[in-house]
């Protein structure tokens, strides 16, 4: 295996992970950012009321993304088990 392929697995996992936490830190980011600009507008700086709202948006957006997010990493996996006669083979 040559290390033009593993430094190309290795990209294409990184990308795929990226891509699979993208909506959910993204909802965590925006809910969080709303909460704290609330907190600020009301000047009510308790620490713990930001967490139920940003564990509520994340498993909302789980539920939504959670298809599309099994396919992508069945689809990965799915090629890089295509791959392996390739790699062994090169």
């Given at each position: 295996?040559?290390?033009?392929?593993?430094?190309?697995?290795?990209?294409?996992?990184l990308?795929?992970?990226?891509k699979?936490?993208?909506?959910?830190?993204?909802?965590?980011?925006?809910?969080?950012?709303?909460?704290?600009?609330?907190?600020?507008?009301?000047?009510?700086?308790?620490?713990?009321?930001?967490?139920?709202?940003?564990?509520?948006?994340?498993?909302?957006?789980?539920?939504?993304?959670?298809?599309?997010?099994?396919?992508?990493?069945?689809?990965?996996?799915?090629?890089?088990?295509?791959?392996?006669?390739?790699?062994?083979?090169?």
């Amino acid at each position: 295996m040559s290390p033009e392929a593993v430094i190309d697995i290795g990209m294409q996992g990184l990308i795929v992970a990226a891509k699979l936490a993208a909506p959910l830190l993204i909802t965590a980011l925006v809910v969080g950012f709303a909460i704290s600009l609330l907190q600020s507008i009301t000047q009510v700086q308790e620490v713990t009321l930001s967490f139920v709202p940003k564990a509520i948006a994340v498993a909302i957006a789980l539920l939504v993304c959670g298809n599309w997010m099994i396919a992508e990493i069945v689809s990965f996996t799915t090629e890089m088990f295509a791959r392996i006669p390739q790699l062994l083979a090169g």
